[in-house]
């Protein structure tokens, strides 16, 4: 159980587009997701934290008009990367909350490769 | 979130015991241990985590002093496909990540 996706795995794109990344909790409802991303050689980095039907919370630094997140459904949360620059070109991982009753636990799905040219 | 220190690197030999150390002298008391891994280009991989008590799964044990300042991550029989970096996380949701431990399980 506990298992999340992300589609696409990897995707390359031109500079200027907008990339749309998707990220599904498959066995379990989550109300609570958060994107991270990741440098090469770094440590995962969280972007936001978005509730279903809410608007999300992004961390100090990062563009919430260049990363918009929504998280329309209890399944599901996507990112687009607006006009994208090399510069956001990373591993960009989501992670959705499975409510426990003592304790909640962050399950991770494998990662999206952004190239951007 | 506790500041939490673990080892830049360690290694060990396939098939004995991985023991995976971390210091969270911050902690506060309502804050959970977590340890997740990352193995190369993927998204990280929960583990376990822990409270107060020692706790065990099917891919580890977690051992938690009696303060609660630092944990032992035990991976019991370490394989080469255990070779990843591991992350001790002391906090709550949303979970910070800090550099980990690279494990290099070797032949």
């Known amino acids: 159980g506990a298992v999340v996706s992300q589609h696409p795995s990897w995707v390359i794109c031109k500079s200027g587009t907008s990339v749309k990344i998707e990220c599904r909790s498959l066995?379990?409802?989550?109300?609570?997701m958060f994107w991270y991303r990741q440098f090469p050689k770094q440590s995962l980095m969280l972007m936001a934290t978005?509730?279903?039907?809410?608007?999300?919370?992004?961390e100090q630094g990062v563009e919430k008009d260049k990363f918009l997140i929504n998280h329309a459904s209890l399944t599901l949360s996507t990112l687009t990367v607006t006009s994208a620059h090399p510069e956001d070109s990373s591993f960009y991982i989501c992670?959705?909350?499975?409510?426990?009753?003592?304790?909640?636990?962050?399950?991770f799905g494998p990662g999206t490769r952004l190239t951007v040219l | 979130d506790a500041k939490t220190t673990q080892p830049p690197s360690m290694d060990c030999a396939e098939g004995r015991a991985a023991n995976l150390p971390c210091n969270h002298s911050?902690?506060?008391?309502?804050?959970?241990v977590y340890w997740y891994r990352q193995i190369h280009s993927q998204g990280p991989q929960y583990i376990i985590h822990?409270?107060?008590n020692n706790e065990t799964n099917e891919m580890a044990s977690l051992i938690i002093t009696e303060d609660r300042k630092s944990s032992t991550l035990i991976l019991p029989h370490a394989t080469l496909r255990d070779t990843a970096v591991y992350y001790c996380?002391?906090?709550?949701?949303?979970?910070?990540f800090g550099k980990g431990t690279r494990l290099s399980v070797i032949a």
């Open positions: 992670s959705a909350m499975d409510f426990q009753p003592h304790t909640d636990t962050q399950y």
């Open positions: 066995d379990f409802q989550a109300t609570t």
């Open positions: 978005s509730n279903e039907g809410s608007k999300a919370t992004y």
């Open positions: 911050t902690i506060s008391g309502n804050e959970y």
């Open positions: 822990g409270l107060k």
């Open positions: 996380i002391g906090g709550n949701t949303p979970l910070v």
